[in-house]
């Protein structure tokens, strides 16, 4: 007890004595020091200063601004009445060499006087070795002792600096009284001195505390040793009486086994000890796997097939861990015996028979990487693609399970619920084809048994997904369709021409020319529309009949006039022209006054122009003017979407889906141009465009990966894609979807490389999760393929899942740099609506980062924001509820987003981001008030999920 305490004490007292040494031996020194060397800085910057001022007057001097004598005067008068310091009684003198005083403010005795003989209290001749010192090195610091400031009867030390002004062969100089420095170096000792006392008080506190708690801590171990002896015994008790084989092994050599293990393997305790481990399996591949460095078994759950005492094949799920014994590591197996009996078969035989001529494929397995099909009926055995009735599969049904995640959502639901019903996955087939199905599985063994033994139901879905695509597509156009009939007439107007109604029909047909308009109003002289002339009405009235020109306009107008009011829907206006057999429509606003015109036959064809007949309108453009004209029908189309309030799911995918035809139609265009790729190539998109969420106010993110070539066709390969790159991102440019601000597109050459390079980049980014590399990952690690060879794209896909999933600490960054982002500030949603506005894409930034954080974990390849929290469910947020809120918020914030933009596009300003909230009403500020509230408990979530 007594060492330990010295232990303690004796380095704690070493290191205050050496904390103490340091700071009156190096600290207190280097301070004086650095105080003193301020000073003499200080006076030498001062006379600088004055110095400057001489040579002021010597060039006004020169000059002849001023006369020698007017020079020296003016010096002299401005130097004596410069003062600084605390007391403002600091000041500067001036000498010449013989030397004689120039100028001192305190001491008007000395003015004129020679003051070689000038001695101080010391004897020394201060004056002449100012003089001394400028000779021989123009300036530098003497130290004298000279009167206190203005009072000659207090005589201290002083140290000065000179400097000798050459033409006029003044000296010129200003001192610091060692005193202050003194004092300075004094109150700083003082203040080290208590601080060095209160940590030395508080050291001696701790030393205290320490010493009390290592008595106690000393009477607990001696205390635990004894209660280590009793549980000692008590396991060994509990050891043998386990229903559980356990077997120690040192250097893979059994040094001792219980009797359940005995049991188990059929072996006695005697031949069991000092057999080696490998003894008791045949199977290579079904023994317990070593590490290839000590040769130690390798810690965790491991299933083994082991050859019994009596020459029967047993199966045995064991857990091994590492422990030491007497200083010696040891591996300790515990083994379970998972043998399917025969009995199973036998006593099950007539339910098979009966279920084997249903038509509902049935079988039974083991649900694990290792695990078997045991047993399986003619209709699982057609729905899993297995052609031989006479055997069992060898494939694990496992395995056959598309995707990583949805293997884990079937394992997890397995041990935590026992059970799982009607889950839809896809599988593997053995023709290489990917079907999917709904499982229902039962767990029959125990929830802790990890060879899964399960019963299962299995059905094809494949027509019944397609079906529910297929409907989905078709409501989507059904939307589109319904929001364009219900716009209001003034989404569709066009300007309106009039003339008078005795104008001539000659001048008539001008006016129309001119416009470039086939419907114009007829009015009266007193201003009233009486009514209209159209392109029909000129064929009909006037090539038909043969009019003469000369005759006046009301003759061929059409009347009485047909209108409607620019809040009437669109299929208002559809059965007036039906009714009337008309094609235009005047449109008249809440006075009464008409202020456009509709024409039916353009709401008809923007009306056919829905995204089915959009897409072939893009796929057989021959330019990019017309591709420009499609994007430019696909704003109308989307912001009739987001004014009949569409599902935001059906917008984005309105966007991407044309936005993704036309990019590959530019690409297939620049390819005509350019000539077949010289090597395979796949084109990316990355950002919102990777994840499918455009707006109206997106710019492009893309990129190109190339197959590797060698090195005599590097050249040309690169130079072709540099320009591919170049002219697509440019034709896009034109159609509409803007350069990336940041740079990140394909016809930048540090963007458009072979896969190799992509490969450095993302293994860069995951290695170092660095500030700027986490702002890349937030772009490049929603890549997305658009066009080219798809292998590519899955290639690195495949790296990047393989990458992340050994940095775990990538994750952690990324995680961190979510929880950390700032959420912007709504003023206007803590009272009422005024024109404050909010960042849309800096609130949604929070949800996109952890659904791609989630996502990139799980290793699930979607990329939208919404796939990915659909897929995600509860498989690693572990809170159903949780996850159904962010679907709502994101949906919810992204609609905003998308009116707000709207709202912006329709005042003709600049796009951005920002919500104002005179778009809002008080049901929707209210809303947006609880998801910002909601935000950050996200931010808690994913803190506490990646142990932040």
């Not at 010391?122 to 530098?140: A, D, L, R």
């Not at 049991?263 to 199977?283: A, C, D, R, V």
């Not at 990458?803 to 803590?830: G, R």
């Amino acid at each position: 007890m007594n060492r330990f305490s010295v232990r303690i004490i004796l380095p704690a007292t070493t290191a205050i004595l050496l904390f103490i040494l340091t700071l009156f031996l190096v600290v207190i020194p280097r301070f004086r020091e650095n105080i003193m060397n301020g000073k003499r800085q200080m006076i030498k910057e001062l006379t600088q200063s004055a110095w400057s001022i001489l040579e002021h007057c010597h060039h006004q001097e020169q000059s002849g601004q001023l006369t020698p004598e007017e020079a020296g005067q003016k010096a002299v008068s401005l130097l004596r009445e410069l003062r600084y310091g605390d007391e403002n009684k600091d000041y500067f003198w001036i000498t010449d060499t013989l030397p004689a005083m120039v100028m001192h403010p305190f001491r008007d005795d000395l003015n004129g006087s020679n003051l070689s003989n000038f001695r101080d209290r010391h004897g020394k001749k201060m004056f002449v070795e100012f003089v001394k010192k400028v000779q021989q090195h123009e300036s530098g610091y003497v130290d004298y002792m000279w009167q206190w400031k203005d009072d000659s009867l207090h005589i201290v030390p002083k140290l000065s600096y000179v400097k000798i002004f050459r033409p006029w062969q003044w000296v010129i100089g200003t001192g610091i009284y060692l005193e202050d420095a003194k004092k300075e170096i004094a109150s700083l000792t003082r203040n080290l001195v208590w601080l060095t006392a209160g940590i030395a008080a508080l050291m001696a506190f701790l030393l205290f505390y320490l010493l009390q708690q290592s008595y106690r801590i000393e009477r607990k171990r001696r205390d635990a040793e004894t209660d280590l002896n009793v549980s000692r015994e008590r396991y060994r008790v509990l050891v043998e009486a386990s229903d559980e084989g356990l077997v120690m092994a040192v250097d893979g050599i059994i040094i001792y086994a219980n009797e359940v293990a005995a049991t188990m393997t059929g072996f006695s305790l005697t031949e069991l000890i000092n057999m080696k481990l490998n003894q008791l399996t045949t199977n290579p591949h079904r023994a317990l796997p070593t590490l290839q460095s000590t040769q130690r078994l390798k810690e965790g759950h491991h299933e083994i097939t082991i050859k019994r005492g009596d020459g029967q094949l047993a199966e045995f799920v064991t857990t091994v861990s590492a422990s030491t014994v007497a200083g010696k590591p040891v591996d300790i197996v515990i083994l379970k015996d998972i043998t399917v009996k025969e009995t199973f078969r036998q006593h099950d035989i007539a339910f098979h028979k009966i279920v084997d001529i249903r038509e509902t494929g049935l079988f039974v397995a083991q649900f694990n990487f290792k695990g078997r099909i045991l047993w399986i009926n003619e209709k699982a055995r057609q729905i899993m693609g297995f052609g031989d009735q006479n055997k069992l599969p060898e494939t694990p049904m496992l395995r056959m399970v598309v995707g990583k995640a949805d293997r884990k959502l079937l394992v997890d639901k397995l041990q935590n619920e026992g059970h799982i019903r009607d889950q839809a996955i896809a599988i593997n087939l053995p023709d290489g084809s990917i079907r999917k199905v709904a499982v229902t599985l039962v767990l029959v063994s125990n929830p802790g048994d990890a060879s899964l033994l399960c019963h299962g139901m299995i059905a094809d879905i494949t027509q019944q997904e397609q079906e529910k695509a297929n409907h989905e597509q078709l409501l989507a156009n059904l939307t589109i369709a319904q929001s364009l009939y219900l716009q209001p007439a003034k989404d569709f107007l066009k300007p309106v021409a009039s003339l008078a109604d005795d104008t001539p029909l000659e001048k008539v047909l001008d006016q129309m020319e001119a416009k470039e308009t086939d419907a114009v109003l007829v009015t009266h002289r007193d201003g009233q529309v009486v009514g209209i002339i159209t392109a029909s009405d000129i064929t009909h009235r006037i090539i038909g009949l043969k009019l003469n020109l000369q005759n006046p306009a009301y003759l061929i107008m059409s009347s009485p006039l047909i209108t409607l009011h620019d809040t009437d829907p669109v299929f208002h206006a559809l059965d007036l022209a039906h009714k009337h057999s008309i094609n235009h429509l005047p449109v008249r606003d809440s006075r009464n006054e008409i202020t456009g015109m509709l024409s039916v036959s353009e709401v008809c064809e923007k009306w056919l122009l829905q995204p089915a007949f959009l897409l072939k309108r893009v796929e057989s453009a021959t330019s990019v003017r017309q591709l420009a004209d499609c994007y430019k029908l696909m704003r109308l189309q989307v912001e009739a979407l987001i004014k009949n309030d569409a599902p935001v799911s059906l917008i984005i995918q309105t966007t991407s889906t044309l936005s993704d035809t036309i990019t590959r139609r530019v690409i297939e265009l620049s390819i005509n141009d350019l000539g077949h790729p010289p090597a395979r190539f796949a084109f990316l998109c990355m950002g919102s465009e990777g994840r499918k969420e455009e707006t109206l106010f997106t710019d492009q993110d893309n990129a190109i990966v190339t197959e590797p070539v060698s090195p005599d066709k590097s050249d040309a390969v690169r130079s072709y894609f540099i320009r591919l790159g170049e002219m697509v991102c440019d034709a896009l440019d034109t159609i509409g979807y803007t350069y990336c601000k940041g740079d990140i597109m394909a016809r930048n050459p540090q963007w458009n490389q072979p896969i190799d390079r992509w490969r450095t980049y993302f293994h860069d980014w995951i290695q170092a999760p660095e500030p700027q590399n986490l702002l890349d990952a937030m772009i490049f690690f929603d890549f997305r393929h658009v066009f080219g060879d798809e292998n590519l794209t899955r290639t690195l896909r495949k790296f990047v899942d393989s990458e992340t999933a050994s940095k775990p600490v990538f994750f952690y960054h990324m995680a961190l740099h979510a929880s950390q982002w700032k959420i912007p500030h709504f003023h206007a949603i803590q009272g009422s609506k005024g024109s404050e506005a909010i960042d849309m894409k800096g609130v949604l930034q929070p949800l996109v980062m952890m659904a791609r954080t989630y996502a990139l974990k799980n290793q699930l390849h979607a990329t939208g924001t919404l796939e990915r929290l659909q897929a995600l469910g509860t498989r690693s947020m572990n809170n159903a509820e949780m996850v159904n809120e962010m679907i709502f918020s994101f949906k919810f914030l992204l609609k905003l987003r998308l009116r707000g933009q709207l709202a912006i596009s329709e005042a003709r300003q600049p796009l951005s981001n920002n919500l104002s909230t005179d778009v809002l009403n008080n049901a929707e500020l209210h809303q947006i008030k609880k998801i910002l509230t909601l935000l950050p408990y996200y931010q808690e979530k994913i803190k506490i999920d990646f142990k932040i």
